[in-house]
């Protein structure tokens, strides 16, 4: 267990959280016919601005998830897993900021996508 220092940190983080959620029986159906290998460097720069404050990400993550059918149970499956990852990789300041930018992450996502599919 290690402290998130570091890009190669964020890139663990990445690729076990999605390992997980391409398994997760409620999470999987969305991500078929996924390339994650050309989205992955879009997560990991995502996560590396959000944690290591890296510059360059400027793209809307929610804009790219309106066309999904989920709501705040697949979110809070999201974070679920995404907890489980980093406690099951990673101690200390930035894990647990992690964990909270991750629930905050989701839950607000969550929220928003109940409300634009009640207005659709």
Known sequence: MKEIENIEDVTLLVEAFYSKAFDDPKLSPHFEGMDFEAHKPKMIAFWAFVLLDQPGYTTNVFDKHTHLK????????WIKLFHAVVDEHFIGEKATDAKLRATTIGWTFGNKMEQLHKNQ
Not at 70 to 77: E, L, V
């Open 70 to 77: 989920i709501d705040s149970s697949h979110f809070n499956q």
